[in-house]
């Protein structure tokens, strides 16, 4: 058992999808008859696909069948597939790459745990695939965030205990998982909306290195 591993949450943490979550949600629900809004989207950021699929239902007041619901799942997917087509490396977030190489550099375990089903295609484009020791994501996971399943798995092929890994979340529900899994969450994004986190930034770029260091001691020290 190792003392220390890392683990990244994918949309909104390393790239941007958000955006192109929004579009292929709002064009189904023009397509349905009703407007989705921006700040709506912000209810769906790790949340299952599923899921959001039955929130955005109850927003446009449609009840469907299990067929429809299968479909528009379906449909959804393929428009979101269609706008990261052509994502690449420019789509990483400000310097993500300098975490994970100062991870790698230090030998340093590190995972993915996304609620995404797309994750390992997007790591893929954006050149990133090769860091990951572990991929948890939503083809592994049978409960979704705010349950610590997919982090809890994370922790386990990385042969790491728990409470020395570090969780990099921009959801309520990441951060949620994180802590209910007894990990060291850090909250990515607003501090006001992610006040639960154990420690707050903007982005990667408030976050010195000295601070990875510092956690990484600290879970040396558990
Ligand atoms: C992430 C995103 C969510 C998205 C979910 C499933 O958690 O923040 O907005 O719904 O992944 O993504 P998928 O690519 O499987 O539809
Ligand atoms: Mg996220």
Redesign the pocket.
Known sequence: MKKVGFIF????VIVD??KY?YLAWKKLANELGFEFTVEQNEL??????K??LEILLDIGQIKATQEQFDTWMVE??LD?LAYIENMDSSEILPDVPRVLDYLKEKNIPIALG??????RPILKKVGLLSYFDSIV??NQVTKA?PDPEVFLIAARNLRVDPKGCVVFE??VA?IEAANRANMTSIGIGEENVLSEAHYNFKDFTEMGTDFIASLVQKNLAK
């Open positions: 949450d994918l949309d909104g999808t958000a979550h769906f950021k790790g949340v299952s696909r899921r959001c959804k997917n979101y996304s609620a995404s089903k797309n994750a994501d939503g965030k921009d959801a990441g």
